[in-house]
């Protein structure tokens, strides 16, 4: 008997104790009601232009007919899929998809972070504001500006990169943007060129919020600027920087195709061609929109797995999580 009435005074507990924090939830949304009110045009957004459309991604079990339209196509079951498995150049393309992710998670990823930490050490505020102002300038060049700049400075004939290794090294014009070899690296470095600055505001945004306090009590203690960066700094943005590494192994699968469409060639597609590209011609030059779709909505699952372990990974060994 004694143990019924602890459980009921205990379910009674729980239920006044989600009352609670159901009236809390309720008094701060009313609370901030004008804030949330800002929520409405974003949210309608996304209702009609991300979630909407969604229904149309039974076209990948569809031959679909223009005609007959989206509900009246012919139903092929999985036959999409197995025909971009059993492609030819599906391994191809996975290859490439995956090897471009990583080298940008290896190579890309750590140099904002860094970025950060250096302009975090800056005390001249003036030449500070300068350089964080001219490192985020990129981010705001259009792709089609940026491999154009590229194009330029690596022509064999007229670029920059070209004249200098002639004139300083003597090697003949190399033609980088018609060598397999090298349309890799100039991939990841333009990319790291154009997005470290505006990378770096969210490990900025996480540097300013840490204590000062601890870095006057690590100077009393005697610990150098590099100590107090590895022992206080780092870890104090550890968790933006675990979140933002699952967020980037989540999106392994999702190498953006326009600045590649705009670089690449036939000659380059053995290195080049990726997932997103190959949906591209496949979608709009072929119209095989039943068979792009399928591709797309694979990629989708594969990322959302990804995302999922790594998240399931960081939770376990790091502690820190999505979800």
Known sequence: MREVLIAVDITKHRKSLGNTQGSMLWRSIKKTKYLQMMLIPALIWYIIFCYGPMYGVIIAFKNFN???????????????????????????????????????????????????????????????????????????????????????????????????????????????????????????????????????????????????????????????????IWHITLPSIKPTIVILFILSLGSMLSVGSEKIILMYSPITYEVADVISTFVYRVGLFDAQYSYSTAIGLMNSVINLILLTIANNLSRKFADFSLW
Not at 162 to 175: A, D
Request: net charge positive.
């Open 66 to 228: 223009m005609r007959l339209g989206i509900m009246k196509s012919p139903f092929v079951g999985f036959d999409n899929f197995e025909r971009f498995l059993t492609h030819p150049y599906t391994w191809r393309l996975l290859r490439n998809t995956v090897l471009l992710s990583f080298y940008q998670i290896i190579f890309a990823f750590p140099v904002p972070i860094i970025f950060a930490l250096m302009l975090n050490e800056v005390r001249h505020q003036k030449y500070k504001k300068l350089v964080q102002t001219v490192s985020y300038l990129p981010n705001f060049i259009s792709s089609v500006a940026v491999v154009g700049m590229i194009v330029m400075m690596l022509s064999p004939s007229s670029g920059f990169v070209n004249k200098v290794l002639v004139s300083w090294f003597g090697v003949e014009p190399i033609y980088f943007m018609t060598e397999q070899r090298w349309f890799r690296p100039i991939y990841i470095l333009s990319g790291i060129w154009q997005s470290t600055g505006w990378n770096a505001i969210i490990y900025l945004a996480a540097l300013s919020a840490i204590d000062q306090q601890l870095y006057e009590a690590a100077t009393i203690d005697g610990a150098g600027r590099f100590k107090q």
